[in-house]
């Protein structure tokens, strides 16, 4: 088979005038169009043959009538067709040939031609007339809406056309492309085709149209009609029958049958509460009537499944040896002396009275301290399961309680999915960050949470999908926050709070040695005679390159000087290393932070104070100065309104006290005063910088400058009193990690240095002070 295929197309403004004519009977083409044709006569294929060797155009005009032998005279021909460039020409024998052909554009027969076997014609091309207004616009968008519900009822039309027919902005093409898809007759496509006028041209295709689209509608209205008339559901059941009785005489036994029976010996054998047995049988019964091919089975089986799958009755035998709970907690943690005491009491009074119900405990500290790898101790210390969720950014209360089996997909919440993957009715469930729940318009998931963390009512937890009640009063919940302000009252109100604060210096160096450098070993491939560290080299690394109250950048750091030591290994530079102080750059860059308290506090004006943040306690330097002005106070560095309010104060109560601080009087008639706090991008509020902006001012007005390694906090009044504040021990072991020795605190806050090591106790001197001038007097040089 000889086949022909042009490389190139032809562009429209190079169609001849005169051109070669192929009659067409029952169809027509489009401009843009792409017709299949198969031509026969001899006139006809030498026509193709002389086409191809020129232009590949030829003109195709639709016959009035059909002839017998194939031949048309001039007459039998309408006098406007479409202008046709032969895409491809394959044939078949020498008589006949296969036609692929696209439309170019519209023309009109000014004459024919005489001189060949085939039809010859003068042409004159149409150009559509075309003017886009509201009017074509709104026939563009209603053709395109019958041409898709057309689509819709023809099974023969491919979906893409429809998109295709949405994406045509060009009016006259679309009503081309639907007039030559929809299943019209031959003459009605000759009007269309020789309709210029594009607004026309669109009413009679819209015309077209809907006649086929009401035959469609009708079509499928008649064959809906028909089914229907079968009793569906007495079919069905008449079959069902036959099959079961089938079924029987086989020996078989049906599926849905099996199902069911397993299902009725799973809720005998869990030993249900009567409520969930009551429920579970209810639901069995209603799926022993169902037919397996339901959607609604497949909701109760699902809901069979979990019901069966929960550990109603089980539960793991908790080792009550507490010498060996303690070895267990402190082989996996150092320190965390409050929360392992606590462990141990629960062990004790377990013991006791076995029955007793489990604590609901919460773990609050800056991150890095231990509070989620705590959980997984307590778990192995108890002997139980454990099972941890973060509750950081959820905001449905769905998440919690689960759906409503109405819903499409509905499941258990959390905590009873939690339940079932542990396995055991008494695991220790772990709720971390529990202060990062949010809540919108799907419900509060913290309100929730009351139930579940209420020893009074969590025996009895209903979950929305299960519809029955759940024992939690065996788990013991363990939650964990990094701030306890974000916790609604209510909930923090149902949990027992276990502060987890900050590491000292000597506690991180221990902590490093004992657990971070053989787990960084070990999880790089490095034996311990390939990797060492000296103490040295570790209290840089928490000193220089460290600043946190936990211990997560320490390991990071220590994870990238083993990665070092590793790629040196394997390419042959070492075979072992000793890691000390003066090789750390080597591995980790030039320190990162450096103690700059002593330069930055020897000039007037400027004080230390402590201040608490979410991560732990840091440093707070307070900026005064003066300049010629007139009574103006400037406060910046993002100050928040209470912080403003304690620098006004501090101010007011120097004013008032100016002979007792050896100020004058007039200073401030004539002078402006300006007060910042560094690191200005960071937002500060809070009471408790106002003894430090009261001492900065004074220093200031007074040119005196502060002992250096001093820092203080504290609130004050314009009495001169100085008012508790909170955060006692983050804020003391910031100053001990900064290297401060002074500190001067409220005298009510005495009482909170229990918290605080006794080494650290020993290294630093306290001043506790109730009146805002014995404050001066400690921190001013004389």
């Known amino acids: 088979m000889a086949e022909q295929q042009p490389p190139t197309e032809i562009a429209a403004e190079k169609i001849p005038e005169i051109i070669p004519i192929l009659p067409l009977f029952d169809t027509a083409l489009f401009p843009k169009m792409v017709l299949p044709l198969i031509v026969m006569q001899i006139e006809s294929i030498q026509l193709i043959d002389e086409a191809m060797s020129k232009d590949r155009i030829i003109g195709l005009l639709v016959s009035k009538k059909k002839t017998e032998d194939g031949t048309y005279s001039k007459d039998d021909l309408s006098t406007v067709g479409t202008i046709a460039l032969i895409l491809k020409m394959a044939k078949i024998e020498d008589d006949k040939a296969q036609l692929l052909v696209q439309g170019l554009s519209r023309f009109k027969i000014k004459s024919f031609v005489e001189g060949k076997p085939y039809l010859l014609a003068s042409v004159e091309p149409i150009t559509d007339i075309e003017k886009k207004d509201k009017e074509t616009e709104a026939l563009m968008s209603n053709i395109r809406a019958l041409f898709n519900r057309i689509i819709e009822l023809s099974p023969g039309l491919p979906k893409e056309i429809g998109a295709m027919a949405n994406s045509i902005q060009e009016p006259g093409t679309l009503a081309d492309i639907v007039a030559s898809t929809i299943n019209s007759t031959p003459e009605d496509k000759q009007r269309i085709l020789e309709i210029d006028d594009i607004k026309k041209r669109l009413k009679k295709v819209t015309k077209i149209a809907n006649h086929q689209l009401e035959i469609l509608e009708l079509g499928n209205k008649i064959q809906t009609q028909v089914k229907g008339d079968m009793d569906k559901k007495q079919r069905e059941y008449f079959l069902r029958q036959q099959l079961k009785a089938i079924k029987e005489e086989l020996g078989e036994t049906d599926k849905a049958t099996v199902e069911i029976d397993d299902y009725r010996a799973k809720i005998k054998e869990k030993n249900l509460p009567e409520e969930a047995a009551k429920e579970a049988e209810r639901e069995l019964d209603r799926l022993s009537r169902m037919h397996p091919s339901s959607a609604e089975y497949t909701v109760a089986s699902t809901y069979l499944d979990w019901m069966t799958a929960l550990p109603w009755n089980e539960s793991t035998k908790d080792n009550l040896d507490i010498k060996k709970a303690r070895k267990v907690l402190d082989d996996d943690h150092y320190d965390l002396e409050k929360a392992k005491k606590r462990i141990i009491e629960y062990l004790a009074v377990r013991k006791l009275k076995?029955?007793?119900?489990?604590?609901?405990?919460?773990?609050?500290?800056?991150?890095?301290?231990?509070?989620?790898?705590?959980?997984?101790?307590?778990?192995?210390?108890?002997?139980?399961?454990?099972?941890?969720?973060?509750?950081?950014?959820?905001?449905?209360?769905?998440?919690?309680?689960?759906?409503?089996?109405?819903?499409?997909?509905?499941?258990?919440?959390?905590?009873?999915?939690?339940?079932?993957?542990?396995?055991?009715?008494?695991?220790?469930?772990?709720?971390?960050?529990?202060?990062?729940?949010?809540?919108?318009?799907?419900?509060?998931?913290?309100?929730?949470?009351?139930?579940?963390?209420?020893?009074?009512?969590?025996?009895?937890?209903?979950?929305?999908?299960?519809?029955?009640?759940?024992?939690?009063s065996k788990v013991m919940f363990i939650t964990t926050a990094n701030i306890l302000d974000t916790i609604p009252l209510a909930l923090r109100d149902r949990m027992e709070v276990l502060q987890l604060l900050g590491y000292t210096e000597d506690e991180k160096i221990k902590i490093a040695n004992r657990y971070l450098i053989s787990r960084q070993r070990r999880e790089h491939g490095l034996k311990a005679d390939q990797i060492s560290f000296t103490k040295g080299a570790v209290k840089r690394i928490i000193s220089g390159y460290t600043r946190e109250a936990g211990l997560r950048n320490l390991e990071r750091e220590i994870a990238t000087i083993c990665r070092g030591v590793a790629s040196n290994i394997v390419e042959g530079i070492a075979k072992s290393a000793a890691i000390k102080v003066v090789s750390i750059s080597k591995y980790l860059g030039p320190i990162r932070f450096t103690f700059e308290a002593k330069a930055r506090t020897s000039t007037p004006g400027v004080a230390m104070g402590l201040a608490w943040t979410h991560t732990g306690g840091d440093l707070l330097f307070i900026e005064a100065t003066a300049m010629n002005g007139n009574k103006n106070l400037t406060l910046t560095g993002q100050l928040g309104d209470v912080m403003k309010e304690s620098a006004t104060a501090a101010l007011s109560f120097v004013r008032a006290n100016t002979a007792s601080l050896g100020i004058s009087e007039e200073y401030f008639g004539n002078h402006d005063i300006h007060i910042h706090v560094p690191a200005g991008a960071i937002p500060k509020d809070g009471p408790s910088a106002g003894v430090t902006m009261l001492t900065a001012l004074t220093s200031l007005l007074t040119n005196k400058i502060i002992h250096k390694d001093l820092a203080m906090t504290g609130e004050i009044t314009l009495r001169g009193q100085v008012l508790p504040v909170g955060g006692i021990k983050e804020k003391v072991l910031a100053a001990h990690r900064a290297g401060i020795k002074t500190i001067i605190m409220p005298k009510w806050n005495e009482k909170d240095l229990e918290d605080i090591p006794k080494k650290v106790q020993k290294e630093i001197h306290f001043h506790f002070v109730d009146k805002m001038l014995d404050v001066v007097k400690i921190a001013l040089e004389k």
Do not use: W
């Open 354 to 472: 076995p029955d007793s119900k489990g604590p609901i405990l919460c773990f609050v500290g800056p991150p890095g301290t231990g509070k989620t790898s705590l959980g997984n101790s307590i778990a192995r210390a108890l002997g139980r399961k454990f099972f941890r969720i973060s509750l950081g950014g959820v905001r449905d209360e769905a998440e919690i309680r689960g759906h409503r089996r109405t819903y499409v997909g509905a499941l258990p919440g959390r905590i009873i999915q939690g339940i079932r993957r542990s396995g055991s009715n008494n695991p220790v469930f772990m709720l971390d960050e529990i202060d990062k729940v949010g809540s919108d318009f799907r419900g509060d998931p913290s309100s929730a949470l009351l139930e579940v963390l209420d020893p009074e009512q969590n025996f009895s937890f209903s979950d929305h999908y299960l519809d029955v009640s759940f024992d939690l």
